[in-house]
């Protein structure tokens, strides 16, 4: 059986080929256990896209052989990506206490995919270790029961310590409440906005959501009322954008990076997602057609100083998988590793953002 510090020291001699320092050194080792079926360690790099973490996992084990000998049995070498919670952490918001992570997620207008964007992204967060939820605040329009294959869920409420709490559908690791559980799929939703607002409040307060990393809001198209609520309720981490690189969308896609920018919202704009860039058909995957127009939303970016997170294409697959309530992120395709890719941006991104800045503050708005 060999030591903590024995392990220790075989990991010091792992070099991070960028950054010219030793894993131990950069603060990269989470966990270390010797047991009975080996040696497990746990790495967590700064960046959870770091293009050196097969090369880190190799240098790993190599290294433990090297100095520990050939009796040393390694059972497992695990990279897992960090969340950083922001500095000087206010208890901000009277909900969502064990939330880390607020993402609103927002278009300026419909059609560009954004539920689509929000469902595979929060899916891609999970799969990377994550503890994720997603709430469908799209009141009027509410399509994540479909993409989730769970157009039948009813959510069970629970008294807990003399409160009632709604009980999220857990699928694919991710928590999810939508509007959608409550209302009959085949009737339009006809509700003034002050009822809409007063239902997601109750979806906020009321949803038994734990301790979570992230919680990403899908929130409807526009500028309207469900937005103002939901930065009136909570203090949010930071928006992502959803836009095609069509004219028309990216000239929307301005009002809602406006909307989250302005003086009263103040709400961090992580960065701007194009959705739909090219189309790939299945038959010529090396094949792309740009439908829509190209590099609009790469131009809008440098534009207004936003980070582009990614683009996804136009890919048969994401839409039969939305279809179908299995999205294509769970599969090992390209369009899957784009939402996955996507995922590593946007944990970068929310991981810098809460380095640099203070935490979010709720909205007053006074009438």
Same mark, same amino acid.
């Given at each position: ?14 070099? /991070? ?5 030793? %894993? ?63 500095? /000087? ?29 929000? !469902? ?23 399509? !994540? ?8 869920? /009813? ?18 690791? !991710? ?66 954008? %959803? ?10 896609? %301005? ?11 103040? !709400? ?78 946007? %944990? ?20």
């Amino acid at each position: 059986m060999f030591t903590k510090d024995q392990i220790t020291e075989a990991l010091s001699r792992v070099i /991070h080929p960028e950054k010219g320092k030793n %894993i131990v050194a950069l603060g990269y080792i989470s966990e270390i256990e010797n047991g009975k079926e080996g040696i497990s360690v746990i790495i967590r790099p700064e960046k959870s896209n770091d293009p050196f973490i097969s090369s880190l996992k190799s240098s790993t084990a190599r290294a433990l052989k090297e100095v520990l000998g050939a009796d040393a049995v390694i059972k497992e070498i695990k990279v897992e990506p960090r969340s950083i919670e922001p500095k /000087h952490q206010e208890k901000e918001n009277k909900f969502l206490q064990g939330v880390k992570n607020i993402i609103a997620v927002s278009s300026g207008k419909g059609g560009v995919g954004k539920t689509t964007i929000a !469902v595979n992204l929060s899916i891609a967060l999970a799969r990377k270790g994550f503890t994720v939820g997603l709430l469908d605040a799209d009141v009027f329009g509410p399509s !994540v029961p479909r993409m989730f294959d769970a157009g039948d869920y /009813h959510p069970e409420v629970v008294r807990k310590k003399d409160t009632e709490l709604i009980i999220p559908l857990n699928k694919y690791g !991710v928590k999810v409440l939508s509007a959608g559980f409550f209302v009959n799929p085949s009737e339009a939703v006809v509700w003034r906005g002050p009822m809409a607002s007063g239902f997601l409040k109750q979806l906020i307060a009321q949803g038994d959501w734990g301790e979570l990393d992230y919680l990403l809001f899908d929130l409807p198209p526009g500028t309207s009322d469900i937005q103002l609520t939901l930065v009136q309720e909570v203090a949010v981490t930071g928006a992502i954008v %959803i836009s095609t690189p069509q004219e028309v969308a990216l000239a929307d896609a %301005i009002k809602g990076i406006a909307m989250f920018r302005s003086e009263k919202i103040n !709400v961090p704009v992580l960065g701007l997602v194009e959705n739909m860039s090219w189309f790939t058909p299945a038959e010529l995957p090396e094949n792309k057609y740009f439908i829509f127009g190209k590099g609009g939303g790469r131009a809008l970016a440098k534009k207004l100083n936003v980070p582009l997170l990614g683009q996804i294409p136009l890919i048969q697959s994401i839409c039969e998988g939305s279809d179908k309530g299995y999205p294509v992120v769970l599969n090992d395709s390209a369009a899957g590793n784009a939402f996955m890719e996507l995922a590593g941006e946007v %944990i970068d991104k929310i991981n810098k953002r809460n380095k640099e800045i203070r935490p979010t503050v709720k909205v007053e708005i006074n009438k």
